[in-house]
């Protein structure tokens, strides 16, 4: 347990790290293109080949470790490289496919994705898609090798990869703002290149062997098949909502996209910080102790995972409602970003943020599922709650404009996450309701106390302080220590085991 603490700490540092770097990237964007049809066309363009390979990759990942493990435990390392080889070949097959498509048929991509956009919006994002089309087959490769990784429990590269893209990324905006617009292009499969290259040693390391070769007879790959199948159909129901979003995004106001994606660049940012990290070990984990029969350490993992997502993003939740405005302005108040953009982007980040920690626990529940090899269910209940988003994107986009996607969004991930932990805890028994019932109410009266507090304190410290960056980092503070005082007074779980503990320690 001492081991998988550290490895989670480790983890999140990481992933700080390179989610800086990504929201650096986006303040350079912001900063040479603010919300303007040029940053709609780009997005767009990262956005196209991203989720054409997200009903790939995703499925891959996801029904690659656990399949590696059962091939492990039962025969030995040498079957489960065979099978790592076929399924990536057999991948890059189908990327092959997709490719084809996105170099040819580019404005139909964009036609799809973003039917809102004018001609010329369009035919800025075709010429982007078409130069940055050669990034699937890289965007494949990387999805094997990071499963691979986790299931030999190396957490840290796959988390550290975005850092090299990120850079790059970062290279092409400000070279395109300079010598023209297909930079961005360009720079976006440099980006997965770059990924590649970072990613390949630590595989190496692992004694990964590629051999060229496919065996559509493989057992393991029909069953593989077979649990990949209804997370496949899954991610295309939830492209289709992704489509739909842009789509409407693209038609109520310009720049509704662009104000969409930084809204939720910033609230990814808070849920990968502070959940990414303890999910894919808690993942990883349960897939090895799935394929050894170790249930009970199954519930008492998934027990103290979601006690601590309950600590960590219930008042992350509400200090980021209650700073919204100065975060959005900090983050992104730069160059052409103008009032205009800090007003959308503020209401869909608030918006974003009610959902927070039902998209944390959606996603934690789902990792359970996966490890047991039960895509079916995920798959229905995902689908329902999509289907609901949709038909709440149509009625909230009337009322609220673009405020209203980011809201159906949170109404549907909250509707997604009280499903699957009712159907969970039929699966497998009690995993810790009354520890999480408890949690989750101290956490939400500490909250409370917090938001407060910070409210109290930005009145009394814009007397004196001038510097909006100084301001906010004192809010935080200020809410950071009240929350954690209250969580001693109400004795919450989380806080006193770190009391405990260093209590032991001394």
Not at 50 to 71: D, V
Not at 73 to 83: C, P
Not at 337 to 343: A, K, L, P
Request: glycine share 6%; proline share 2%; net charge positive.
């Amino acid at each position: 347990m001492k081991k998988l603490q550290k490895s989670t700490l480790t983890l999140m540092l990481v992933i700080v790290v390179a989610k800086l770097i990504g929201m650096f990237r986006d303040v350079v964007l912001a900063n040479y293109f603010g919300t303007s049809n040029i940053s709609d066309a780009y997005l767009i363009t990262v956005s196209v080949p991203t989720l054409i390979f997200y009903f790939i990759g995703h499925s891959l990942s996801t029904a690659y470790i656990p399949m590696y493990n059962k091939i492990k435990a039962e025969k030995d390392e040498k079957s489960a490289q065979r099978f790592s080889n076929n399924l990536l070949n057999l991948s890059l097959v189908v990327s092959a496919i997709i490719f084809v498509f996105l170099f040819l048929c580019p404005m139909v991509a964009v036609k799809i994705f973003a039917t809102g956009f004018d001609d010329e919006t369009a035919s800025i994002a075709a010429d982007l898609i078409k130069l940055s089309s050669p990034s699937i087959f890289f965007m494949t490769i990387l999805s094997v090798f990071g499963g691979y990784l986790q299931a030999n429990k190396n957490f840290l590269a796959p988390a550290a990869i975005s850092v090299p893209r990120n850079v790059a990324i970062v290279v092409s905006i400000v070279i395109a703002a300079v010598y023209g617009v297909k930079y961005l292009g360009i720079g976006l499969l440099v980006a997965y290149i770059f990924e590649f290259l970072f990613l390949l040693p630590f595989v190496l390391r692992k004694h990964y062997r590629y051999r060229p070769t496919i065996d559509l007879k493989d057992e393991n790959l029909k069953h593989t098949a077979y649990i990949l199948l209804p997370i496949f159909f899954g991610m295309c129901v939830g492209q289709i909502n992704k489509i739909i979003d842009r789509s409407l995004a693209s038609t109520v106001v310009e720049g509704g996209i662009s104000a969409l994606s930084y809204a939720s660049v910033i609230n990814t940012a808070v849920q990968e910080v502070l959940v990414t990290g303890i999910i894919t070990i808690l993942f990883a984990s349960c897939a090895e102790l799935v394929a050894h029969a170790k249930h009970q350490e199954v519930k008492a993992k998934l027990s103290s995972t979601i006690n601590v997502l309950s600590f960590l993003l219930i008042p992350s939740s509400v200090g980021i409602i209650v700073l919204a405005r100065p975060i959005v302005k900090i983050v992104l108040c730069r160059g052409n970003f103008d009032e205009r953009s800090i007003m959308m982007t503020t209401g869909a980040l608030c918006c974003y943020t009610v959902g927070l920690f039902s998209l944390a626990m959606r996603d934690t529940l789902v990792k359970v599922f996966y490890a047991y090899k039960d895509t079916r269910t995920t798959t229905v209940t995902s689908t329902a709650a999509i289907v609901l988003k949709i038909v709440l994107s149509f009625i909230c986009t009337k009322k609220w404009g673009i405020n209203g996607l980011a809201l159906a969004t949170s109404i549907s991930a909250i509707f997604n996450s009280i499903i699957l932990y009712i159907l969970l805890r039929k699966k497998i028994g009690d995993f810790g309701l009354k520890s999480f019932v408890s949690v989750g109410i101290k956490s939400l009266v500490s909250s409370g106390v917090m938001a407060v507090s910070i409210v109290w304190g930005s009145n009394y410290v814009s007397g004196f302080v001038s510097s909006e960056m100084l301001q906010l980092m004192m809010m935080v503070g200020l809410g950071v220590i009240t929350y954690f005082i209250m969580g001693l007074i109400l004795r919450t779980e989380p806080v006193m085991s770190v009391v405990n503990k260093l209590l032991k320690r001394k």
